[in-house]
């Protein structure tokens, strides 16, 4: 461990030991297992570092500690599970027909968590909360638990930042080269794909005013009815700092301000848990090495298709490497000498195994961050959300290799599983951009345990808030002051133009009129 790492380490330790155990309230109401996964990291740690941590969320953490507690948000599975198994029929839809059912989804988890009966016992309760930990996942109405318990508000994002995410403490996002995470492209963009960029934020921004925003208004009326800000004035001046699941290396430079902190990476596991008998003796004894391969916690890779199933499986029979294969159905009958399949899999310790060559994945943030910290390549399939940006980035940076859901078959798959496998400049890049991601002055979690304990320190922090939060979007753009400058050159431009003309004019009236013969005519 270098000797500043040692040092801020010592100080991080005396800052926290220094800090008043508080009460903290983490909201995750996605009921995507990799967005509690993340949630629950933090809220863990933080309860483990003796704050006393309060949990709403529709999951529960086995084996919690002493203090830490579990409010139960009741979402309808049936719904949910509907919206998963549609995800790979969905790849067909367009870019906006997707972005819209997820809208709707989003507001129906803002309202799931408002109205579960244990949540409202909550609110009627006479608990009180130093902090609000909350998942920004368009859920602003939720902004209301940081109003209602009168105390500052910590947002989380589970993958890059957005527009929506961007307004809350007032971070630029410049669209000549920052891309919409949803549109699928990576960083440089040429002209036409800035121009698309540009405008599919104008339509995604036009259809959050209208299906979103209006939504999470009425929810946060009805459910904190006594507040005394209402939820526009919470977006722009109630977050005191946003969390961001990323890192440069990762994707990309970009602007933050001060109060934007990113702490890609927090998640993994820093020391390397043993892996279960049964798998660690399959992939120690993979003489060729092994290839880990998982859609995710949320697709259900059944539902791929027989026909890209099979296809699947005549790829992988050409090559040498044996095959992990998280899989929802365990009865599938296949060779056990060649696979190993589970439906659930430690995946961050499985990818930490040198044995492991190769990564078949959605693309994912979380995967790839984790794919990225062990320093394995990837084959990605994307299917919905980030994971089409994600693949780009991977694509361009030179450590994995995309493949089109529409485009799968045994001869896509293949290539690319041939490709990676057979070109170690995929390893090589994927294993430089990892030191990247490594050499940072504190491990991620302590960096997000670091800036939670600075807001509750410094009591919410109003010092790092971007004074642009005050400003309408007039100000903000300057738009007033170019208008103003556009008017007074005009002005400048138009007098002496006006002045000549008229001066002009003068001077012919004044001059005699002559004839074509040379005499003056006379009137």
Not at 31 to 38: F, N, R, T, Y
Not at 124 to 135: A, H, K, M, P, Y
């Amino acid at each position: 461990m270098g000797v500043l790492t040692f040092c801020a380490l010592v100080l991080l330790t005396i800052g926290a030991n220094h800090l008043e155990a508080a009460r903290i309230l983490g909201i995750f109401p996605t009921p995507s297992k990799s967005h509690w996964i993340l949630g629950s990291a933090l809220l863990k740690e933080l309860a483990l570092d003796g704050h006393e941590v309060t949990d709403l969320s529709p999951f529960k953490l086995s084996n919690p500690p002493a203090n830490y507690h579990h409010v139960e948000i009741e979402i309808d599975h049936e719904f949910f599970n509907g919206k998963i198994e549609q995800l790979f029929s969905d790849t067909e839809k367009s870019q906006v027909r997707k972005m819209i059912e997820m809208y709707t989804a989003v507001n129906y988890f803002s309202n799931s968590t408002l109205s579960s009966p244990a949540v409202k016992r909550l609110l009627q309760s006479n608990q009180q909360f130093d902090l609000v930990i909350l998942e920004i996942f368009l859920d602003h109405a939720l902004l209301g638990f940081a109003e209602h318990f009168g105390c500052p508000v910590i947002g989380t994002t589970t993958h890059g930042v957005l527009e929506w995410i961007n307004s809350l403490v007032g971070t630029p996002q410049p669209l000549s080269y920052v891309p919409h995470v949803h549109i699928g492209f990576s960083n440089p963009m040429n002209f036409w794909q800035r121009l698309a960029n540009v405008l599919f934020t104008i339509v995604d921004e036009a259809m959050l005013s209208v299906l979103v925003y209006p939504e999470q208004d009425r929810l946060y009326r009805e459910a904190f009815p006594n507040a005394k800000r209402s939820l526009s004035e919470m977006k722009k001046h109630a977050v005191s700092l946003i969390l961001v699941n990323n890192h440069f290396s990762l994707s990309y430079p970009r602007p933050y301000v001060p109060n934007m902190i990113e702490i890609g990476g927090f998640h993994v596991n820093r020391k390397v848990n043993p892996l279960p008998e049964n798998i660690r003796s399959f992939i120690d004894n993979s003489t060729d090495g092994v290839i880990y391969f998982s859609m995710g916690s949320n697709l259900k890779p059944s539902q791929m298709g027989k026909q890209k199933q099979e296809a699947l499986l005549r790829a992988f029979s050409k090559v040498k490497q044996n095959i992990i294969w998280k899989w929802d159905d365990e009865g599938l009958e296949l060779d056990r000498s060649k696979y190993l399949i589970s439906k659930w899999l430690p995946q961050d310790d499985i990818l930490a195994h040198p044995n492991v060559k190769l990564f078949i994945t959605h693309g994912g943030f979380l995967s790839c961050t984790e794919s990225i910290h062990h320093g394995k390549p990837i084959v990605g399939i994307p299917i919905f959300g980030d994971q089409q940006m994600n693949m780009a980035q991977a694509a361009r940076s030179g450590w994995g290799v995309a493949v089109e859901f529409k485009d799968f078959n045994e001869k896509s798959i293949s290539d690319a599983l041939n490709e990676v496998l057979d070109n170690d400049k995929y390893t090589k890049s994927v294993q430089t951009i990892s030191k990247r991601l490594r050499d940072q002055p504190l491990p991620p979690m302590d960096m997000a345990k670091y800036w939670v304990n600075y807001v509750l320190r410094h009591d919410g922090a109003e010092h790092l808030k971007s004074p642009g939060q005050h400003l309408s979007f007039v100000q903000y753009h300057n738009i007033d002051v170019y208008l103003f400058i556009l008017t007074v050159v005009a002005i400048l431009l138009v007098l002496p133009i006006t002045a000549v003309k008229a001066g002009y004019k003068r001077v012919v009236k004044s001059k005699p009129s002559v004839s074509r013969k040379g005499k003056k005519k006379i009137n």
